[in-house]
């Protein structure tokens, strides 16, 4: 694209007044005006056809892969010109709302050699994936009355992450306080199913591990130790529907479920085992292979970035069965949920009864505060009492959903969000110790 860039404009706009002057003063030379015009629109086409090409013009985009919500980074802009590069350049780049500029969104870079560098500095404001899909660059000709402006599409993405400076140092305060189960072998006896050696019997020891076949054929009581598997897979369901979307505390509960299922898979890495990540509303969105070790930490980050929030319901059937044909051995299943009432949930409980028959299913529901306030603050006109109704009976009602899924097989965590995280890593360990896997 090309058009008159200011100075032209200015050019046009100066001209206009002596010409209208020469035009009151002698209208028979009213023809002088356009001969200015003429001359501006010839000089603007000298300059056009003078000014460097948009096919010799390459740009290039970069920048950290990712960055935590409230975080800081640079984004790297390069543009390099092949043959007679303009003295200067103006850009700006285009982005979404996970991002802000700092600053401004563009500016002016000089050209040395053909080539000129710009950093932009932007803040990640809210989490998943940040897109810079567009840039826009223009330059002058050597008059500067014709600026050229091309558009360059861009594929280039940031993970915005939750933020996790708590999460190492949560999961390695857990870990200490709490060895994990399989992270080597286990000596005490009922730590596991694996055998590992068969001892004499100590005062202390569990009397239900004591192998009665072999002692008697030794003459004293002997005891099998065995120690917890590791290598068990863990996949966190993440719902990304409406409910989950609402704000809790001023972040999203999604936000928060996410954060909660990196600091047990910090942990579940830690301890060896095989971690996925599952995301759903009205159908499956993020369906990763399990992965294991510490480094993979990252990678999981990554994939966290791209659960993005949504306004559609959730479809439990569907994504629970597609979950269910994914699994080939018995897993942990972690389901990130909320939900209102029985009537919404029902399509959820004919399902977790499949899914329990198989694997072991946990459902971390975050506490509701707000409605808990509501139930409980005492009443001091009449709209007070309607709302504490109210409130009440949509507990009694989230309560019998939670017994529900107790029945079906399932555990059930309810923390408030603020503990959701320390409190699933708990239960990971607990069911780590007693080998429930």
Same mark, same amino acid.
């Given at each position: 694209?090309?058009?008159?860039?200011?100075?032209?404009?200015?050019?046009?706009?100066?001209?206009?007044?002596?010409?209208?002057?020469?035009?009151?003063?002698?209208?028979?030379?009213?023809?002088?005006?356009?001969?200015?015009?003429?001359?501006?629109?010839?000089? /603007?086409?000298?300059?056009?056809?003078?000014?460097?090409?948009?096919?010799?013009?390459?740009?290039?985009?970069?920048?950290?892969?990712?960055?935590?919500?409230?975080?800081?980074?640079?984004?790297?802009?390069?543009?390099?010109?092949?043959?007679?590069?303009?003295?200067?350049?103006?850009?700006?780049?285009?982005?979404?709302?996970?991002?802000?500029?700092?600053?401004?969104?563009?500016?002016?870079?000089?050209?040395?050699?053909?080539?000129?560098?710009?950093?932009?500095?932007?803040?990640?404001?809210?989490?998943?994936?940040?897109?810079?899909?567009?840039?826009?660059?223009?330059?002058?000709?050597?008059?500067?009355?014709?600026?050229?402006?091309?558009?360059?599409?861009?594929?280039?993405?940031?993970?915005?992450?939750?933020?996790?400076?708590?999460?190492?140092?949560?999961?390695?305060?857990?870990?200490?306080?709490?060895?994990?189960?399989?992270?080597?072998?286990?000596?005490?006896?009922?730590?596991?199913?694996?055998?590992?050696?068969?001892?004499?019997?100590?005062?202390?020891?569990?009397?239900?591990?004591?192998?009665?076949?072999?002692?008697?054929?030794?003459?004293?009581?002997?005891?099998?130790?065995?120690?917890?598997?590791?290598?068990?897979?863990?996949?966190?369901?993440?719902?990304?529907?409406?409910?989950?979307?609402?704000?809790?505390?001023?972040?999203?509960?999604?936000?928060?479920?996410?954060?909660?299922?990196?600091?047990?898979?910090?942990?579940?890495?830690?301890?060896?085992?095989?971690?996925?990540?599952?995301?759903?509303?009205?159908?499956?969105?993020?369906?990763?292979?399990?992965?294991?070790?510490?480094?993979?930490?990252?990678?999981?980050?990554?994939?966290?970035?791209?659960?993005?929030?949504?306004?559609?319901?959730?479809?439990?059937?569907?994504?629970?069965?597609?979950?269910?044909?994914?699994?080939?051995?018995?897993? /942990?299943?972690?389901?990130?949920?909320?939900?209102?009432?029985?009537?919404?949930?029902?399509?959820?409980?004919?399902?977790?009864?499949?899914?329990?028959?198989?694997?072991?299913?946990?459902?971390?529901?975050?506490?509701?505060?707000?409605?808990?306030?509501?139930?409980?603050?005492?009443?001091?006109?009449?709209?007070?009492?309607?709302?504490?109704?109210?409130?009440?009976?949509?507990?009694?009602?989230?309560?019998?959903?939670?017994?529900?899924?107790?029945?079906?097989?399932?555990?059930?965590?309810?923390?408030?969000?603020?503990?959701?995280?320390?409190?699933?890593?708990?239960?990971?360990?607990?069911?780590?110790?007693?080998?429930?896997?």
């Amino acid at each position: 694209m090309i058009y008159p860039s200011r100075r032209a404009v200015w050019l046009g706009a100066a001209g206009a007044l002596p010409v209208l002057l020469v035009a009151l003063a002698r209208p028979e030379a009213w023809y002088l005006g356009l001969l200015w015009i003429c001359l501006l629109l010839a000089l /603007l086409l000298v300059d056009a056809a003078a000014g460097a090409p948009g096919s010799a013009l390459s740009s290039r985009v970069t920048s950290q892969p990712q960055v935590p919500v409230g975080g800081e980074f640079a984004l790297e802009l390069e543009a390099r010109f092949e043959g007679s590069p303009p003295r200067r350049l103006e850009l700006r780049v285009g982005h979404d709302a996970r991002v802000a500029p700092s600053g401004a969104a563009g500016g002016t870079l000089a050209l040395d050699g053909g080539v000129g560098r710009l950093a932009l500095d932007f803040r990640a404001v809210r989490r998943g994936l940040a897109g810079f899909d567009r840039l826009w660059l223009r330059w002058t000709g050597p008059f500067g009355l014709a600026m050229r402006q091309v558009v360059h599409p861009l594929d280039h993405a940031v993970a915005v992450l939750p933020a996790l400076d708590r999460v190492r140092d949560q999961a390695i305060a857990l870990l200490q306080r709490d060895a994990l189960a399989g992270e080597r072998p286990q000596f005490q006896t009922g730590g596991g199913h694996e055998f590992e050696a068969l001892v004499e019997y100590q005062p202390g020891m569990a009397r239900r591990m004591i192998d009665w076949k072999r002692s008697a054929r030794h003459g004293k009581l002997l005891v099998r130790e065995q120690r917890a598997e590791r290598n068990n897979a863990v996949v966190f369901a993440v719902d990304c529907g409406r409910l989950m979307c609402e704000p809790l505390d001023g972040l999203p509960k999604m936000d928060r479920a996410v954060a909660a299922a990196l600091l047990n898979a910090f942990v579940a890495l830690r301890g060896g085992d095989q971690v996925g990540l599952f995301g759903f509303d009205s159908r499956p969105r993020l369906a990763s292979g399990t992965v294991r070790g510490a480094g993979s930490f990252d990678q999981l980050q990554r994939l966290a970035a791209r659960l993005d929030y949504s306004t559609e319901e959730t479809n439990y059937t569907l994504a629970l069965l597609t979950l269910a044909g994914r699994l080939e051995r018995r897993s /942990l299943v972690v389901v990130f949920t909320d939900f209102v009432d029985p009537t919404s949930a029902e399509l959820m409980l004919r399902t977790v009864g499949r899914l329990a028959e198989r694997h072991l299913v946990i459902f971390a529901l975050m506490k509701d505060a707000e409605l808990e306030a509501l139930a409980d603050r005492r009443p001091e006109r009449a709209e007070d009492v309607a709302r504490a109704v109210t409130a009440g009976a949509l507990l009694r009602e989230r309560r019998v959903v939670v017994g529900r899924l107790r029945q079906l097989g399932a555990h059930v965590l309810e923390a408030d969000h603020r503990a959701l995280g320390p409190a699933l890593v708990e239960r990971y360990l607990a069911i780590k110790r007693e080998s429930l896997l």
